[in-house]
């Protein structure tokens, strides 16, 4: 059996705000295996982002991580100085981030902003080497050596993405994180998209954290689901039996909403708006819009419980043994 190559615990990041502070990651624990990829799902809002972004001590002002733990065999990243994480970053784990464009400088051409990674961590490599390893890089990922010469803006948005992903396997991480790394790409560039992902991670031999709200796109790619709603984890479990049966009553209802060849023209959405992270509800943060809510969840908040042998569960419905 797998080993967890990263641990992360009791998770809370916090941003200040002139209104109170946003709560987005409330406590959350999970690990992740040598080689597995995990996907963590919910709507915008739901702390994601934030999560994946504070593994990687990303967060900025006015955002702060306030507590946890991120173990990354068995070093724990927010107790690295800031030259150790910086160093840690593309050569440990690194980041895929959501938007291509905004990622990349506009300014330089592809081949300069690669070898910039590379030469950032390992300073004094010969030009000829830089310029050899940023041509395989460009191979793994499905591009022409030519893409090398290009500026960001003669590059389509699938282009750009590939390009992410070489910059991020560029040191050969043990753990790669995706942000939404197909959002504003139509569907057949994100197939391929992701295909170029799961291949280079395969050869790699990396973890990878897929971070997202598209359940179709999740039950394709990745070995674990973690469902996430008001910045926890609320599920947890192999993908395969999420979708068979979920154990949440949001879950359920976020598979619900997919298309079905069985319910054509059925659209279904979930009732309600999630609450504001600055003032959640007493007791569970999903009673309001839940339609098995019963009198315990407005007042308790669920503890984090394995239901079964590797399927996690925040909910009273298992406390009380109505689920």
């Keep these: 059996m797998n080993s967890d190559i990263l ?15 946003v709560k987005a990651v409330g406590g959350v624990d999970f690990s992740v295996r040598a080689g597995e990829k995990l996907g963590l799902v919910g709507e915008s809002g739901c702390g994601k982002s934030s999560t994946v972004l504070a593994l990687l001590r990303m967060i900025k002002p006015p955002g702060r991580i306030v507590a946890g733990q991120v173990l990354l065999d068995g070093v724990d990243l927010l107790r690295l100085s800031d030259e150790e994480m910086r160093l840690a970053r593309f050569a440990a784990i690194s980041l895929i981030p959501q938007g291509a464009m905004n990622s990349l400088n506009p300014v330089m051409r592809i081949r300069e902003q690669m070898a910039d990674t590379m030469r950032a961590h390992n300073g004094g490599r010969p030009k000829r080497e830089l310029q050899d390893r940023v041509r395989e890089l460009l ?40 942000d939404e790394p197909t959002s504003a790409l139509d569907v057949v560039v994100q197939r391929r998209v992701m295909h170029t992902l799961e291949r280079v991670q395969q050869e790699l031999g990396a973890s ?6 598209d359940m179709g796109l999740m039950a394709q790619f990745v070995d674990r689901l973690g469902v996430m709603y008001a910045g926890l984890l609320v599920e947890l479990g192999a993908t395969e039996g999420v979708f068979e049966e979920p154990l949440h009553p949001y879950a359920r209802l976020l598979i619900d909403t997919l298309p079905s060849l069985d319910r054509k023209g059925d659209f279904k959405g979930i009732p309600g708006v999630a609450p504001s992270l600055l003032s959640l509800p007493p007791g569970c943060a999903f009673q309001p819009r839940c339609p098995h809510a019963f009198d315990r969840c407005s007042v308790d908040e669920p503890a984090w419980q394995e239901a079964r042998p590797g399927r996690w569960v925040a909910c009273h419905l298992w406390t009380e043994g109505r689920g």
């Design 208 to 213: 990878v954290i897929l971070a997202g709200h």
């Design 139 to 178: 191979q793994w990922v499905g591009l022409s050596d030519w893409v090398a010469n290009m500026f960001p803006h003669e590059l389509s948005g699938g282009m750009k993405q590939r390009v992410c992903i070489a910059m991020a396997i560029s040191l050969k991480p043990k753990v790669v994180i995706a």
């Design 7 to 21: 641990q992360v615990k009791d998770l809370h990041v916090h941003y200040d705000t002139y209104s109170g502070v």
